[in-house]
């Protein structure tokens, strides 16, 4: 039962962590303000964001939601049905849930989502954003790690995320 509280904490740290951080951008600086914190390289620019990343599929509010709802469904049910599941991939779920409702909140609330990273080489985003991306390669990297591994020691089928590790 440790891995639900894993994915639980992670996912409730990443949606604080993510509320504070679009609060206080917003309440702070004007849409389009950029305020410079790490010299050339990253900046603080306020950006309002109706779409995806790189601003694809723009007001596409109820695709994003029903996506977000979904997911979050998808989680529950994991939560529910598995007994247990290890730690990293905990991590990852908790990661990509946080992450997935930070940004639900906006776009039920506002309808946009407020970004605020800015490396001037990619498009400007948020800690939500992050965390989605980061909770992805997690997941996908010990899926295929586990799944390599499966087939370098003989196995026939596909691993056992419940019996590899115990949580």
């Known amino acids: ?18 509320r504070w951080s679009k609060g206080y951008v917003a309440s702070h600086y004007a849409p389009g303000e950029t305020f410079w914190h790490w010299g050339p390289v990253v900046a603080f620019t306020f950006v309002l964001n109706r779409g995806a ?25 994991i939560l529910a049905t598995r007994r247990s599941l ?14 997935a409702a930070g940004n639900l909140w906006d776009r039920v609330v506002s309808g946009q989502v407020v970004d605020f990273v800015n490396f001037h080489v990619w498009p400007v985003f948020n800690v ?16 295929w790690r586990r799944e390599r591994s499966n087939v370098e020691s003989g196995g026939d089928g596909p691993s056992q995320p419940d019996s590899d590790h115990p949580s």
């Open 1 to 18: 039962m440790r891995f639900r509280a894993i994915v639980l904490g992670v996912a409730l740290g990443v949606f604080v962590l993510d």
């Open 53 to 77: 990343a790189f601003g694809l599929l723009q007001n596409r509010d109820l695709l994003f939601i029903a996506v977000a709802v979904a997911l979050l469904v998808a989680v529950g049910w």
């Open 86 to 99: 290890p730690a990293v991939l905990s991590v990852g779920l908790g990661l990509l849930t946080g992450g």
């Open 128 to 143: 939500a954003d992050s965390a989605i991306v980061v909770g992805m390669a997690v997941l996908v990297l010990e899926l």
